[in-house]
């Protein structure tokens, strides 16, 4: 029967009354089935939940567990290798690392080195002692004045109002311990993001928070303010995030406090969402004379632009519009369409945008094509956790990396996936004070620095293994793919590296081909029309 436990709660009541008609003290005791008889009377009369109208009372128990399930799977029920977004194996990496305890695991991997896909690093006969003095990088180009020393490994874009006041002081508390720099997303630069006086990358959208007018326009005079701050060191527009690219950010209303809706001038308590592109610029040249102006209104310091990629003509056009303009970003970030979000449209966080790994190969051999690479750093942003997957993507052809979770995981998130609902239990994605208290920065802050210290320092162990003398030395050919049971590739066999300057010339490679007919340096959407031509 469907309602078997409100049906006997409501005899149990039954029972309790007539107890009491015949004044037995034990009657008292049935008065606790009173709420659970209200609430199986709400069920059965609501419309909205089938399941509580067709099991009234119990169907709530149902519902504790799917609100829980998240929780419950990654911390109970699923074994070490296969929990999503992160493993178990992921997430204990951090864990360790941000806590600075032991470094090293029992018996032997969980990983099947003969399943198709797997990928290993080729280590040396050879190795040497690294000593890790190099895993930084100079940022900036021939146009920069103020170029910034930066370590191989950074804290991505995650804005105040996604994440907590706490949360937000304690990652740059984090990049100052440990000499890295911390993106402070497109939410705008807050007195959090000063606290501790870490680097900064200032970051701003297609919505211009932080920089934006009356009308929501981008502010020269407001730029220039933020841009110019000492502890602001490189500039990073950011054009689409690999969770949702071409959507523009999102921002739950309940999340939107008067706090943040101050510093993002917008209505507390409304759901925020940015305008899909940008429109300080249009094509592919005015958004490079659009980066020379920033450079100039920051003092010359490193200005770049963070990109999703999707139609890949779209990036090339940019690459001849560096050509015909002579003007270069110092950098560029690629974002995996894998990247994070703390909320994203279904569609777009699922199915849209290249993956990272894809994109940055694409974005480092265009570049060298056009001979513009030299001038103009790589950074990567997906799913970076471990000293394995840094080095990997800078085989690749990354300069430095990105993380964002990895970050958050560090600060004691437990991917309970509850960022856009405001209930975060461990404080890091809440902007409630009763739950962000949970993150105390000075004890976070320290874990924050430990994990990229311990990050790095396997990096530099890696390398070491491989008998190099310097990270530069890097490439494709040391990371491995198993493709088949009897089939062993090195990444530059899968993913050859091209001339330089292959691409100026109209005699390029014929993989090329297609999306460069398609580039067009004075449109985004001339690909569009003659893919209609055709």
């Known amino acids: 029967m469907r309602a078997y436990f409100f049906i006997v709660s409501a005899l149990l009541l039954g029972l309790g009354c007539f107890l009491s008609y015949l004044d037995i003290d034990l009657a008292w005791s049935f008065l606790f089935i009173v709420p659970f008889i209200g609430l199986g009377l709400f069920d059965v009369l609501q419309t909205d939940n089938n399941v509580w109208r067709n099991f009234p009372w119990v169907g709530h128990v149902k519902s504790l567990f799917v609100d829980n399930r998240d929780i419950a799977q990654n911390w109970l029920l699923e074994n070490d290798r296969e929990g999503m977004p992160f493993n178990n194996i992921q997430r204990n990496i951090i864990y360790k690392r941000s806590a600075n305890v032991s470094q090293e695991a029992p018996f032997g991997t969980q990983f099947d080195y003969y399943k198709p896909g797997y990928e290993w690093f080729m280590h040396s006969a050879a190795p040497i002692e690294h000593d890790g003095s190099d895993l930084r ?88 303010q933020a841009a110019t701050h000492p502890n602001v060191k490189m500039i990073e527009m950011k054009i689409s995030q690999g969770a949702k690219p071409g959507y523009g950010a999102v921002l739950p209303g309940i999340k939107n406090t008067p706090e943040t809706a101050a510093i993002r001038d917008v209505v507390p308590y409304t759901t925020i969402v940015s305008p899909a592109g940008h429109t300080a610029w249009q094509t592919p040249v005015e958004l490079l004379q659009f980066v020379q102006k920033m450079r100039e209104l920051a003092g010359g310091k490193p200005v770049g632009f963070k990109f999703c990629i999707g139609q890949p003509h779209e990036f090339l056009a940019i690459c001849k519009a560096m050509i015909k303009t002579g003007i270069m970003p110092d950098f560029i970030t690629i974002d995996g369409g894998e990247g994070g979000t703390g909320a994203a449209p279904f569609d777009s966080m699922n199915w849209v945008g290249m993956p990272a790994s894809d994109a940055l190969i694409f974005a480092h051999d265009a570049l060298v094509g056009f001979d513009l690479k030299k001038h103009i750093k790589l950074f990567v942003a997906g799913k970076v956790v471990s000293g394995f997957q840094l080095v990997r993507y800078l085989a690749l052809g990354a300069d430095a990396c990105y993380s964002a979770r990895g970050m958050m995981f560090a600060l004691g998130c437990v991917q309970a996936m509850q960022c856009n609902e405001n209930t975060c239990p461990t404080g890091v994605t809440t902007m409630n004070p009763q739950l962000e208290k949970g993150v105390v920065p000075e004890d976070k802050k320290v874990k924050v620095a430990n994990f990229h210290k311990n990050t790095i320092e396997s990096v530099r162990d890696m390398i070491g293994a491989a008998g190099l003398q310097h990270i530069d030395e890097l490439s494709r050919k040391y990371i491995a793919r198993r493709m088949t049971a009897h089939q062993v590739n090195t990444l530059d066999e899968i993913f050859p590296y091209p001339e330089p300057g292959c691409l100026l010339t109209d005699m390029y490679p014929e993989k090329w081909t297609k999306a460069m007919e398609l580039a067009d340096p004075e449109s985004f959407h001339v690909g569009a029309v003659r893919v209609e031509a055709h």
Do not use: W
Not at 176 to 182: D, Q, R, V
């Open 137 to 224: 990088i100079q940022v900036g180009g021939p146009d920069c004045t103020q170029p910034y020393s930066c370590s191989i490994l950074n804290v991505s874009a995650m804005s105040f109002g996604s994440i907590s006041k706490n949360a937000t002081m304690a990652l740059n508390g984090g990049a100052k311990l440990g000499n890295f720099a911390s993106n402070t997303g497109e939410g705008g630069l807050t007195k959090y993001h000063l606290h501790y006086g870490g680097d900064l990358v200032f970051q701003f959208g297609t919505a211009y928070f932080g920089c934006r007018d009356a009308n929501g326009n981008f502010d020269d005079g407001l730029f220039a």
